[in-house]
């Protein structure tokens, strides 16, 4: 799934997108970064409702290349600014953590275990 289909699936906004046309296969959801760190698949992306950048940096060190902020929360500047330089998509939904999985899971998003 590209970051296109990803944004009709989950009525969802591209803020940044670093790799157009990229396919993504798995994703993981959480709001603690530590768990964050523990996993990795490539091409897959990270849901959550951690509007910080904490969680630029997490997707970063995790090689991470996508990012799904949910509840509608707000990236900011500084955010976006990390996202850019680190080559990480962003996006964000109005949408629950828990709906974004269910709706990627409906869609052919893998879990990342």
Request: net charge neutral.
């Amino acid at each position: 799934m590209n970051l296109d289909q990803l944004i009709k699936v989950v009525n969802g906004k591209i803020l940044n997108d670093s790799f157009p046309g990229k396919d993504f296969g798995h994703a993981f959801a959480s709001d603690l970064m530590s768990d964050a760190l523990r996993w990795h698949k490539d091409n897959m992306i990270l849901i959550t409702g951690l509007a910080t950048i904490q969680t630029i940096r997490t997707a970063e060190l995790s090689g991470i290349t996508c990012i799904v902020i949910a509840r509608g929360k707000k990236v900011t500047d500084e955010m976006m600014g990390l996202a850019v330089e680190s080559g990480i998509s962003i996006v964000t939904s109005p949408m629950s953590v828990f709906e974004i999985s269910g709706k990627l899971y409906q869609n052919g998003i893998k879990p990342l275990y």
